[in-house]
Each structure stands twice: as C-alpha cells, then as structure tokens.
C-alpha cells in the first residue's frame, strides 16, 4: 500500500515537472523572479473550465508561480496532485461523449468538494486534472491522494447500460 502511494506520487511528480518545463511557465517564472513579484496570465485567458467549473490551465500555471514564490518566501510545502480519469476515450467511444462529459463533470464538483478553500483544483485537459495543495506535506499528501482515488471511485455514473465506476490513477 505504501509503495503503491509512493509510485502514484512519483507519478504526479513527474506531471508536474512536464508542467512546469514548459516554455511558457519557464518564462514567466523568469519574469516573476526578475521582479520579485507574480507575473499575472493574459486577461483575456479562459479562468473556469466550463464542463467542470474547476480552474482552467492558465489560472492554475499562474497561482502556482504565485504559490511557489509565496512557499519558498515562507518556508512551508506545495503538494501538487494530477489525477487522470483512466479509460475516458475508452468511455467516450463505449458510452458516448454526453456520458464522458458527466463523468469530468462529476469529478469537478466533487474536486470543489474535497478541498480546502486555499487549495485549488483545476482542469488541465481532457480527463486530466491538478490539485494544488499549500501547506501539505508528506503525510497530508499520501491521505490527499488516498481520499482522492476513493472518491473517485465511489462516483457512479448512470447510463442506458447501467452504472459506470471509474477508476482514476494519481
């Protein structure tokens, strides 16, 4: 059990550094460090996923460059989970894309529910999601995702063919 938390950390670990090389976030953590202060995302970029009502992609690179210089000033830890709904294309093709769509938005109003308010949750793509956890560390992490991957799998999507369980990897 502990080794398996221990590979989905790794894995969400991994997510997060694809996340953070990108271009575009090494720029503007340049900026923000160059200035000593956040460097905001464009005005005009999309702040709410509208399937899921989480945090879009660029609200989420920009609280964490906030968040990253706010925890190296402080000194405290940032978690960062990446939950994947596993199989999504898989149910889209199966089930339909109106059933996909129920399930993403499922997990988002169950992400808004889980968390605390400083946390954020955001939809990274498709059935990709981010949650960045401020002041979490180690032990709070493994619990984090524990729940996480439970509830996920507690969710129970009705369809024509009955029920639908998804399984979620962290």
Known sequence: SCNYVSHILRGALNRLRQ????????????????????????????????????????????????????ASRNGYEITIIALDIDALGEINETHGFALGDRLLAETGNLLQAMFRKVDLAARYGGGTFVIMLP????????????????????????????????????
């Open 19 to 70: 996340i953070l090389a990108s271009e575009e976030v090494k720029e503007t953590h340049l900026r923000a460090k160059a200035t000593g202060r956040p460097v905001a995302v464009a005005p005009t970029a999309e702040r709410v996923d509208p399937l899921t009502k989480l945090f879009s992609l660029p609200v989420l690179r920009e609280r964490l460059e906030e968040e990253i210089l706010r």
């Open 135 to 170: 002041h979490t560390g180690e032990k709070g992490k493994r619990g984090a995702a524990q729940r996480l991957l439970r509830a996920v799998s507690e969710l129970e999507i009705r369809s024509r063919s009955g029920k639908l369980h998804p399984a979620a990897s962290a």
